[in-house]
């Protein structure tokens, strides 16, 4: 805790040392931090929270305005839940303070709960996300492969929520074992003469803490193959379709295309999906990488007028992937706007 008072960052949805958190914007911080770095989220946070500035208007909006402020961010059921939940909550007058209120919420598991639950609320708990599960992997010297480790993780944070530290100060706990995993017990060989724990720590004792934590192989991730058209017209509008609500990139906005599949399409049979008559191009490939394959999308573009399914992309929720394909391809480079 001294380390922490000394060191803690300095981050947007933080609140002053000493004064009461806002629980909306904790759950916000939270949610956008699930599958997206601290980097990352910094600049959505902050024009989310103008965008909705209370629960009650992210309540009140609709669902395509919070999809257009996600966009970009990946995992868009995140966005959706976040919508779902702020109804909830609105109505019912506020967020539950007990963990298992807030794991009935929509988008909000197990992890979730405890962060939201010690920094807004107090609960006396500790939260392990991957900064936190490497700082324990060290602490404790587990040699044993992630993601095969996390019963041993769970069972010293355990241990450590039963410490006065937690009991008295949950919220700044949980957040000083955020900020050691970012900071001086991050990725690659940490900065243990830097550390408050270095007396107590088994890896660095055992001169393995650079070693820690151990991971299991991952497989290789597949890779999948589409066509996605672009027409745009002069005005810089652009054919645009929206996906099935449920499943990757669930209500966001796409170009049209063909299916993703294990084998790549060759121009024939892409071409009894293009969705306009038009003199269309191949202007290159798109690549993108999602958790568990990589995608490959061949563009083709073409110029025409489509009539009211033309949007302007600035009036669209566009995933980054769309984002590309909107920007060209990789073989011949090509912008639209
Ligand atoms: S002593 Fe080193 S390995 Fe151990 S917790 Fe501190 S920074 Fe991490």
Same mark, same amino acid.
């Given at each position: 805790m001294e380390w922490y008072d000394r060191h803690r960052r300095d981050l947007p949805w933080r609140a002053a040392a000493g004064t009461v958190p806002d629980p909306y914007r904790v759950w916000l911080s939270e949610v956008m931090l699930q599958q997206t770095t601290v980097q990352a989220a910094g600049p959505y946070y902050a024009r989310f929270l103008a965008r909705f500035p209370s629960i009650e208007a992210l309540a009140a909006a609709d669902e395509s305005a919070v999809l257009r402020a996600w966009a970009?961010?990946?995992?868009?059921a995140r966005a959706r839940n976040l919508h779902a939940c702020a109804r909830r909550v609105a109505t019912s007058g506020g967020f539950p303070r007990t963990l298992d209120g807030l794991r009935a919420? /929509?988008?909000?598991?197990a992890y979730t709960a405890r962060a939201i639950g010690a920094i807004?609320?107090?609960?006396p708990v500790l939260a392990v996300d991957g900064n936190v599960e490497r700082v324990l992997c060290r602490l404790g010297a587990i040699?044993? /492969?992630l993601p095969a480790a996390k019963k041993n993780v769970a069972a010293l944070a355990a241990r450590l929520e039963a410490t006065r530290a937690v009991e008295a100060r949950p919220g700044d706990a949980v957040q000083a074992m955020f900020d050691l995993g970012a900071s001086i017990?991050?990725?690659?060989? /940490?900065a243990c003469v830097l550390c408050p724990w270095q007396r107590h720590c088994a890896a660095r004792a055992a001169g393995m803490a650079g070693q820690l934590p151990a991971r299991a192989a991952k497989p290789a991730r597949p890779i999948r193959h589409g066509v996605a058209f672009r027409l745009t017209d002069s005005t810089g509008r652009v054919l645009l379709r929206k996906r099935p609500a449920?499943?990757?990139?669930?209500g966001m906005d796409e170009l049209p295309g063909t299916p993703w599949r294990d084998s790549a399409w060759n121009e024939a049979e892409a071409m009894t999906f293009a969705p306009h008559p038009a003199g269309w191009r191949d202007v290159g490939e798109v690549r993108h990488v999602f958790t568990h394959f990589e995608l490959r999308l061949t563009v083709y573009a073409a110029e025409g007028d489509a009539g009211?399914?033309?949007?302007? /992309?600035?009036?669209a929720a566009l995933p980054s992937v769309m984002r590309k394909c909107l920007e060209g391809g990789g073989r011949r480079k090509e912008r639209l706007f």
């Amino acid at each position: 805790m001294e380390w922490y008072d000394r060191h803690r960052r300095d981050l947007p949805w933080r609140a002053a040392a000493g004064t009461v958190p806002d629980p909306y914007r904790v759950w916000l911080s939270e949610v956008m931090l699930q599958q997206t770095t601290v980097q990352a989220a910094g600049p959505y946070y902050a024009r989310f929270l103008a965008r909705f500035p209370s629960i009650e208007a992210l309540a009140a909006a609709d669902e395509s305005a919070v999809l257009r402020a996600w966009a970009g961010l990946g995992y868009y059921a995140r966005a959706r839940n976040l919508h779902a939940c702020a109804r909830r909550v609105a109505t019912s007058g506020g967020f539950p303070r007990t963990l298992d209120g807030l794991r009935a919420l /929509p988008g909000i598991g197990a992890y979730t709960a405890r962060a939201i639950g010690a920094i807004a609320f107090g609960v006396p708990v500790l939260a392990v996300d991957g900064n936190v599960e490497r700082v324990l992997c060290r602490l404790g010297a587990i040699t044993t /492969p992630l993601p095969a480790a996390k019963k041993n993780v769970a069972a010293l944070a355990a241990r450590l929520e039963a410490t006065r530290a937690v009991e008295a100060r949950p919220g700044d706990a949980v957040q000083a074992m955020f900020d050691l995993g970012a900071s001086i017990c991050g990725k690659g060989e /940490p900065a243990c003469v830097l550390c408050p724990w270095q007396r107590h720590c088994a890896a660095r004792a055992a001169g393995m803490a650079g070693q820690l934590p151990a991971r299991a192989a991952k497989p290789a991730r597949p890779i999948r193959h589409g066509v996605a058209f672009r027409l745009t017209d002069s005005t810089g509008r652009v054919l645009l379709r929206k996906r099935p609500a449920k499943g990757l990139l669930g209500g966001m906005d796409e170009l049209p295309g063909t299916p993703w599949r294990d084998s790549a399409w060759n121009e024939a049979e892409a071409m009894t999906f293009a969705p306009h008559p038009a003199g269309w191009r191949d202007v290159g490939e798109v690549r993108h990488v999602f958790t568990h394959f990589e995608l490959r999308l061949t563009v083709y573009a073409a110029e025409g007028d489509a009539g009211a399914d033309m949007r302007h /992309p600035d009036q669209a929720a566009l995933p980054s992937v769309m984002r590309k394909c909107l920007e060209g391809g990789g073989r011949r480079k090509e912008r639209l706007f």
